[in-house]
């Protein structure tokens, strides 16, 4: 069982993938209003940055093809465990899960590595309950371990991720196809969905960490109101920071 609960105050964090591996020093956001950074996505071993076209835009927002780019785990141990020691925020790891014996390995690593609060699992865009299950178990050990699931697939999935020894769950963009692009949503268009979803499992009495479509403080005190533990923020972070009213 974990050594520690999962408690984010203030109850808002960015995404895993908008801002690198560690929190910036020099950047212009207050992370102050943070409760937790969560780092960009780590596979056991590198992965390198998708072909051809990564950005498509649309009325609602872009959606975004990169191959989850990264120089596996050993190296971003390496070159960041000593900033998540120094970090103002508790620091979340966010795992590729691929395969459960890699995920194994890694989890196990980073309960030994200092500056580690705990550990978010990302896992495959199709996947089904049983393979939630495993990857889970996979992970879970002494950190608290947060299971992203697919956002459209959340409300079929959580309870398979929480018996298998998940304390919440997150919510993954959803997927779509633009100009023959297949890649992760991003904008505001999708609040309400992701909303329906948060509002849904939070009104199952699953333990959820809201995300999708955050662009304003409204948004994120919506989800918190339909009983989010926390708030996770991507795309509005791209723009140099929170809008006016999220300030």
Not at 1 to 17: C, E, S
Not at 123 to 148: D, K, Q
Request: a neutral charge; one cysteine or more; aromatic letters at 6%.
């Amino acid at each position: 069982m974990p050594k520690r609960d999962l408690h984010f105050n203030p109850p808002l964090m960015n995404a895993a993938g908008i801002l690198g591996f560690a929190p910036d020093p020099k950047s212009p956001l207050d992370f102050a209003r943070f409760g937790a950074f969560v780092t960009h996505p780590v596979s056991r071993f590198p992965r390198t940055p998708a072909r051809g076209t990564r950005f498509v835009p649309f009325s609602g927002g872009f959606l975004l093809h990169t191959g989850l780019p990264n120089p596996g785990l050993d190296a971003v141990i390496r070159r960041h465990a000593r900033r998540w020691v120094k970090s103002p925020l508790p620091v979340i790891v966010h795992l590729l899960a691929r395969d459960t014996a890699s995920l194994r390995e890694m989890a196990a690593r980073l309960e030994e590595t200092e500056g580690v609060a705990g550990l978010e699992l990302g896992l495959p865009p199709e996947v089904n309950a049983s393979e939630v299950a495993a990857f889970t178990r996979a992970a879970a050990g002494e950190l608290p371990l947060i299971v992203r699931l697919p956002l459209v697939q959340a409300d079929a999935l959580a309870d398979a991720a929480l018996d298998a020894g998940a304390q919440a769950v997150s919510l993954g963009q959803p997927r779509g196809l633009l100009n023959g692009v297949s890649g992760r949503l991003y904008g505001p268009g999708i609040f309400p969905l992701a909303l329906g979803v948060v509002d849904k499992l939070a009104g199952s009495g699953v333990p959820v960490i809201g995300g999708g479509g955050v662009y304003h403080i409204r948004d994120a005190d919506a989800m918190l109101e339909a009983g989010a533990l926390a708030v996770q923020v991507g795309g509005a972070l791209w723009k140099g920071g929170f809008p006016p009213d999220c300030a």
